[in-house]
């Protein structure tokens, strides 16, 4: 009887492949969900069609609208502040887009939005391994390298709701170049699976070993083929890791001497290759840390069901607002 | 009549080379003031000893100890939780110092610490260029590099204390050694004092250019006589500057990327050098800004009096308190 009562909120995570969408209640259980591509919509608006269409269906199987409270976004550059995506290297939509006010006038209902780190901080301190925590940094390692930061119990969102854009700090002066921003040298570049296939067509280029990688043909050497390359004892891939590591332990160092947090927080598809990315990672972050820092900040990795943690962390922004 | 009741505080910023006291009142003006090496003291002791000397004297002729309301100190890698000095790679104690524990045995009084940085971002907040700004970073540019950090209109002073350690992040892997750390490329041996003399030692001899500098002896070639060479048109002195206000100004970029401020303020002994330092730097940050940081994030020079900003970023502590 309470249940037909009980309020539910949206979430949706927009990724630059795709975009995953659930209903959420507040326990955090994800009663539907599904995903699109982002990617072949040439148009925000086409995009927030097929949307529409989609949730539509889940929204009347869920007790329809009069239950929702409201939806929460994460998107890249998306802002808290204004409701708009601006300028995100990874989304096929250019400039400025208003995506609050396109899906209010879509949906009929509340819509708040932040970038996808952010929405992923605030999934992990209400239900994940940030649970009880005021100061950590949340870093998404996916096909781009987001992150969340929070401090004193709140979420940093900097005056203008842009903070937060660790993968686009440059690690490497005059390092590799981002096609996207147009820089040289961020940590996006190296700590993201787009990073790690170029690191291992870089190192295969570069040397005459042998390795199982040869044999994947260009198109399909992704950071999963590397992983399985590197499970069965294959140098260079190992060698990817490691690499990847050094720097991605690096720009953990830096952003812990800024903010000093209790733990950084993994989530993303990086982190399925575990020991062989986090070991070289803590190791780098330990070697750069100065000595008041070192030894004492954890690394985890987000333990929150991956098909539900991107929805839950969208969804639990229309909780907060 | 009234203010013989006012209460007053006393504001200690104790730096690498000396360390600058006064009292302070409520408006921030600084009553009575000195200074007294801090590098001569080869234990923790002796120094609170001569500064209880010299500070006996001045809190009696602001009427005695029952008009102070407490201390507030700044030091480098302060902590405010702990009320300790921890590793302070700049001065002259090592491990762990009980500072507030020792001051207020001695002072009889109630002793607040944190980092010089965070001290000066307090006050820039209360007195200063950040007066009614929720969200800045403070770069304090002297013997070695000290930030503050302030978002949502909070200092952040992290799980542990010791947030804001920006000057110890590392701008240029495997670039040059900061001997009181033992850590490659951190932005502090670049963008100090000391820092603009080693990369003037460097230029002079990585060159055969003709320079004012070569005048000088090495014992005399400091950021001042960089300074002094700049102004008179020395190539390998404006050199100096161009190539530390480029590395200076990407850390400025990771560090809007991270928490984006309203504003960057800097003070200290560098910004003597004006647009000879701050073009440069300006010029890079934007350079390794993102699109939706650039052009709008202020770079802002400390306006509270040189000799009294210390003091009233300590004092200011004590009010908080």
């Given at each position: 009887m309470a249940t037909a009562l009980e309020q539910l909120v949206i979430g949706i995570d927009i990724g630059g492949t795709g975009t995953k969408f659930g209903i959420v209640d507040r326990d955090g259980n994800v009663l539907f969900s599904s995903e699109i591509s982002t990617k072949k919509h040439?148009?925000?608006?086409?995009?927030?069609?097929?949307?529409?269409?989609?949730?539509?269906?889940?929204?009347?199987?869920?007790?329809?609208?009069?239950?929702?409270?409201?939806?929460?976004?994460?998107?890249?550059?998306?802002?808290?502040?204004?409701?708009?995506?601006e300028y995100a290297p990874n989304l096929p939509w250019k400039g400025i887009i208003p995506l609050v006010e396109l899906m209010e006038s879509k949906f009929k209902l509340?819509?708040?939005?932040?970038?996808?780190?952010?929405?992923?901080?605030?999934?992990?301190?209400?239900y994940g391994a940030a649970k009880d925590m005021k100061d950590f940094i949340m870093i998404t390692l996916g096909t781009g390298v987001g992150s969340g930061i929070v401090a004193n119990g709140q979420l940093i969102y900097g005056h203008d709701g842009f903070a937060g854009e660790l993968g686009h700090t440059i690690v490497i002066p005059g390092g590799r170049h981002h096609p996207g921003t147009g820089k040289n040298g961020p940590l996006e570049i190296y700590a993201s699976a787009t990073g790690v296939r170029l690191t291992a067509i870089?190192?295969?280029?570069?040397?005459?070993?042998?390795?199982?990688?040869?044999?994947?043909?260009?198109?399909?050497l992704d950071s999963k083929a590397v992983y399985d390359a590197a499970v069965q004892g294959?140098?260079?891939?190992?060698?990817?890791?490691?690499?990847?590591?050094?720097?991605?332990?690096?720009?953990?160092?830096?952003?812990?001497?800024?903010?000093?947090?209790?733990?950084?927080?993994?989530?993303?598809?990086?982190?399925?290759?575990?020991?062989?990315?986090?070991?070289?990672?803590?190791?780098?972050?330990?070697?750069?840390?100065?000595?008041?820092?070192?030894?004492?900040?954890?690394?985890?990795?987000?333990?929150?069901?991956?098909?539900?943690?991107?929805?839950?962390?969208?969804?639990?922004?229309?909780?907060?607002?």
């Open positions: 040439a148009t925000t608006e086409s995009f927030i069609d097929e949307l529409y269409t989609e949730l539509s269906d889940m929204i009347e199987r869920s007790g329809g609208s009069g239950r929702i409270k409201g939806i929460g976004v994460g998107a890249p550059n998306g802002n808290y502040y204004t409701g708009t995506i509340p819509v708040t939005l932040t970038n996808d780190a952010n929405a992923a901080a605030i999934g992990e301190m209400m870089e190192l295969l280029e570069n040397s005459t070993e042998e390795s199982l990688l040869r044999a994947v043909p260009l198109e399909k294959d140098k260079i891939a190992l060698e990817v890791f490691e690499y990847t590591g050094k720097i991605l332990g690096l720009a953990l160092a830096n952003a812990i001497m800024f903010s000093s947090p209790e733990a950084i927080i993994l989530f993303g598809g990086l982190t399925k290759a575990g020991d062989l990315i986090l070991k070289p990672t803590k190791e780098s972050m330990e070697a750069n840390l100065i000595q008041v820092f070192q030894n004492k900040i954890k690394i985890l990795v987000s333990h929150l069901k991956e098909s539900d943690a991107a929805i839950l962390g969208a969804s639990a922004l229309a909780w907060e607002k």
